[in-house]
């Protein structure tokens, strides 16, 4: 069965921090690996990320994929309050390319 | 670019009656849109594919006839709740995806409240 798990399902830092979130899967014909934030609504689209070892940025986020390894993290450098969210690693495969959801990491960041 | 738009953000309905959330893709044409519903604290779990101008694809589990999903367009999809029970009540999401790409965009969701 096809699984995308991830790693630590909440997290409380203190602004400043750098955190790592970890996805890792196991899933039948992989296409790419997506990176979401929600917050209090629909999630936003972060990452897409479908090579390995190909480092993805966008201000304090990054990310990467690990293929041979099945695992993807996601880094947040010198967090805000505003990240405070959960993040949502999602896995495109199976047969019709369906996005295959992790339950998320709760990140909270404390003033 | 890519904004999926969702109305109505929220709605209450009694018992019995039903209810039908529209998903647009504002700025893009979509071929295929999905349906997901969300149980609070709980990941995303995947209704239905819906391409459009053929029938929806349910998951396991997934009752077809309660969720009725109608993809008239490339810029629009429905999602009729029927004869809607308590236990239907939750956070209901569309996402679109353009043709031969991976990524989904989703619409900022549906809050359904059941009486």
């Known amino acids: 069965e096809d699984k995308v798990v991830q790693s630590p399902l909440s997290l409380v830092v203190h602004e400043g921090d750098t955190v790592t979130l970890n996805c890792s899967y196991e899933v039948t014909n992989f296409r790419s690996l997506l990176w979401y934030k929600q917050e209090k609504k629909a999630p936003t689209f972060l990452f897409m990320l479908?090579?390995?070892?190909i480092e993805k940025k966008s201000g304090r986020l990054s990310s990467i994929l690990d293929k041979k390894e099945l695992f993807s993290i996601l880094n947040i450098t010198a967090t805000q309050t505003g990240d405070s969210a959960v993040y949502l690693c999602?896995?495109?495969?199976?047969?019709?390319?369906?996005?295959?959801f992790g339950k998320g990491t709760k990140l909270s960041v404390k003033p | 670019g890519a904004v999926v738009s969702q109305h109505p953000s929220w709605v209450i309905c009694k018992s019995g009656t039903s209810v039908k959330i529209e998903c647009r893709s504002l700025d893009f044409q979509a071929t295929t849109m999905f349906w997901y519903r969300q149980f609070p604290k709980q990941s995303l779990m995947l209704m239905a594919t819906?391409?459009?101008?053929?029938?929806?694809?349910?998951e396991q589990g997934v009752e077809k006839d309660k969720f009725l999903i109608n993809h008239a367009s490339l810029t629009l999809s429905t999602l009729t709740v029927t004869s809607a029970h308590p236990e239907d009540s939750s956070f209901y999401i569309c996402?679109?995806?353009?043709?031969?790409?991976?990524?989904?965009?989703f619409g900022p969701g549906t809050r359904l409240t059941v009486t």
């Open positions: 819906s391409n459009e101008g053929s029938k929806a694809t349910y």
């Open positions: 996402s679109a995806r353009l043709a031969g790409r991976y990524e989904q965009y």
């Open positions: 999602a896995v495109s495969g199976g047969s019709q390319g369906n996005l295959i």
């Open positions: 479908t090579s390995s070892g």
